[in-house]
């Protein structure tokens, strides 16, 4: 590979440029001609500004652009540029030129050299550009190593403030390359267990990573040393580790192993606070450092991880490369806007091959579920082969549009005015919205977004469940019919009645169905039906949303909507359904999946289904293993359950959705 390194320092308010190349060239120190450090100051706060407003750059920016790349690529230094270069474009196989741009002054760290953008075109930037690969160098007496992979490459997320939204949304966004077998998740370290000696504890004991992805704040000491924020004290006084004591009890704790840390910025992070503690890290213990200039909305964070790891980690010639990667990552996400440039990439070599995957053996996902059925828990094994009560809850992926409509919520909130909105759930952030913008145009957002445009999908977990379940009581809180859809297609010898809130504008109670055994349309009349719950099934839609045959009623969106809904829960039952139901439920086991303790959503749900007494028999809760619920739910979910009431399993529901269907099939032992 063919390399050029850019030099620059600062001599009081102007730039210094000087330049070595792979080949032996070296260019003599230059000034930037144009561009003090108050004007690459500006510059850089207007693509701060385009990156956090989710825009694209205005036109005076990319007049900037075009006009440093002319002042940086010039005379002697674009001599050798231009010939390394083509002299990259001859190779065989074809190779890109990588540019490492070295400083070590936080205030040239600070400016976006991955935006500069060739004179003579619209938009060829150099951190999108195939041909040339840009980087921050960092000078390290670390030896630059790449490090083979037969199997996954091992990824473990840390996020030392706890935003469990995040790491869910980050696991759900690399759902392909895990499924595939190219990445392997490692149990997240969150919140207090990111304290000391607790994190170095879980490190050491963790399965050596090869990636870590840390979800948080950075910033600085008295001293200017860089840091990272830990969970604050039981005194709410703020903690702190700083970035070489974590580089060296990564370094003693992970050897070889580590090649990649990525620094992503949560909401509301300092600008540049990261860039320091990436050069620190870089220079002491990984060969590359991604970390955020800025910080970018969640769903814009997960979009760009996906795209990274994928190109990272792909059976393909790139992978294995982080500047590729990254390169190919911001091209997928400069037609959003700016944000493409918000993560840049510190490297310690002249190579940005981090991982050989010459003989690597991956496994899929789905394999490896079906291999280790035999480790199902019992008290779930055996639950599943006889009634029980089904509450399925908040799955995020189940639902398409809800990403969509929660990102268009706050962005709106965001041009109105609100402060925090990075920082709220879909829930308050639709309370939020329907208190600024009102109630109707909310349900016309929803509309929108979820359900009326997309054709419906039923989760292979849901049909899986959907067919172990017997005749009785269940509760959905999805806003989609996917598990009376379900349902229909798996009994059709069996009645379904589904009660869920009225439809919009109407005044009554409630939305009664019903898809009668036989039948194949379902039906709102059903004056003087009562089902019988030892042979039909009765389905409690509480959140609303669309019905089985497309009519929209009253969606549970926002906390107020949560609450009159659980105060008017009696209503939707007709009258002499109510009791059987609630008899039912509380005279069987019950499956909870997509439950959350940490929701009070949930928990007032539960409480009123069982009459906040623990279940008559020993119950599941299945928990997302990223939540880190289960000790929780063992221990009584804090008062809602006796002790030993519920069993917790930590899994995620595609791992579910495999285990129940091996067991079904006997393969289970």
Request: aromatic share 6%.
């Amino acid at each position: 590979m063919y390399w050029i390194e850019i030099e620059l320092a600062r001599d009081q308010q102007s730039v210094r440029v000087s330049a070595r190349a792979s080949r032996g060239e070296r260019v003599a120190p230059f000034e930037l001609a144009g561009f003090n450090l108050g004007r690459l100051t500006g510059f850089a706060n207007g693509v701060r500004r385009a990156v956090v407003q989710g825009r694209a750059l205005p036109e005076r920016i990319l007049a900037d652009a075009r006009a440093l790349h002319g002042a940086l690529i010039h005379g002697a230094l674009h001599e050798v540029y231009a010939r390394l270069l083509e002299a990259s474009r001859a190779q065989s196989p074809r190779a890109p030129l990588l540019v490492r741009v070295m400083s070590h002054e936080l205030e040239l760290q600070r400016i976006p050299w991955e935006v500069l953008c060739r004179a003579d075109s619209g938009g060829d930037f150099l951190g999108c550009s195939a041909q040339v690969h840009v980087v921050r160098g960092v000078n390290s007496t670390e030896p630059h190593e790449t490090r083979e992979v037969r199997s996954a490459v091992r990824l473990l997320p840390i996020s030392p403030l706890g935003e469990r939204e995040k790491l869910a949304g980050l696991r759900a966004a690399l759902h392909e390359p895990i499924t595939a077998g190219a990445l392997e998740w490692l149990e997240p370290i969150v919140g207090d267990e990111t304290c000391s000696p607790r994190l170095f504890e879980r490190l050491r004991a963790s399965d050596r990573p090869h990636i870590i992805h840390w979800i948080g704040h950075g910033g600085a000491d008295p001293q200017g040393n860089p840091r990272l924020m830990l969970p604050e004290t039981e005194q709410g006084e703020p903690r702190w580790v700083t970035a070489e004591t974590l580089a060296q009890e990564l370094r003693a704790g992970l050897g070889a192993d580590l090649r990649l840390v990525v620094l992503e910025a949560c909401s509301g992070a300092r600008p540049g606070a990261f860039a320091s503690a990436a050069e620190l890290l870089a220079r002491e213990v990984a060969d590359a450092v991604v970390a955020h200039l800025w910080p970018v909305q969640a769903t814009v964070a997960r979009r760009c991880a996906a795209s990274f790891y994928r190109a990272l980690t792909d059976a393909r010639d790139s992978a294995g490369d982080v500047a590729a990667s990254l390169q190919a990552s911001r091209r997928t996400m400069i037609e959003r806007g700016a944000e493409a440039f918000s993560p840049v990439l510190y490297l310690r070599g002249a190579s940005s091959r981090l991982l050989d995957f010459s003989r690597r053996r991956i496994r899929p996902r789905a394999q490896v579920a079906r291999d280790t059925s035999a480790a199902l828990d019992p008290v779930l094994a055996e639950l599943i082969q006889k009634p029980f009560s089904f509450v399925l809850g908040d799955i995020p992926d189940a639902t398409p549009g809800v990403g969509s409509l929660q990102e268009n919520l706050r962005k709106t909130l965001t041009r109105r005015g609100a402060q925090g909105a990075d920082e709220l759930g879909l829930d308050a952030l639709a309370q939020h919205f329907s208190l600024r913008a009102g109630e109707p145009r909310l349900h016309r957002m929803f509309q929108r977004f979820v359900g009326g445009s997309h054709e419906l999908q039923i989760p292979d977990f849901v049909r899986i469940i959907a067919r172990q379940l017997r005749p009785g009581a269940h509760t959905t809180l999805l806003w989609l019919p996917l598990l009376e859809s379900a349902l229909a297609e798996l009994h059709p010898e069996r009645s379904i009645y589904v009660l869920q809130p009225a439809p919009l504008g109407t005044g009554e109670r409630r939305l009664v169905m019903v898809r009668r055994a036989g039948a194949h349309d379902w039906d709102d009349d059903i004056y003087g039906e009562t089902p019988d719950l030892e042979r039909d099934f009765v389905l409690l839609r509480l959140y609303g949303g669309y019905s089985a045959d497309s009519i929209l009623s009253a969606p549970q969106l926002t906390e107020d909507d949560h609450i009159r809904g659980l105060l008017e829960l009696r209503e939707m039952f007709p009258r002499d359904w109510e009791a059987p139901f609630i008899g039912w439920v509380r005279t069987r086991p019950m499956l909870c999946v997509g439950v959350s303790v940490f929701e009070w959503r949930h928990r007032m749900l539960l409480r009123w289904l069982l009459d906040q007494r623990p279940p008559s028999r020993v119950s599941v809760a299945v928990v997302s293993p990223e939540r880190g619920e289960k000790e929780v739910w063992d221990r009584g979910a804090g008062g809602l359950f006796g002790s030993g009431a519920v069993r917790a399993v930590a899994m995620d529901v595609e791992a579910l959705g495999d285990a129940i269907q091996a067991t079904a099939r006997g393969e289970a032992r």
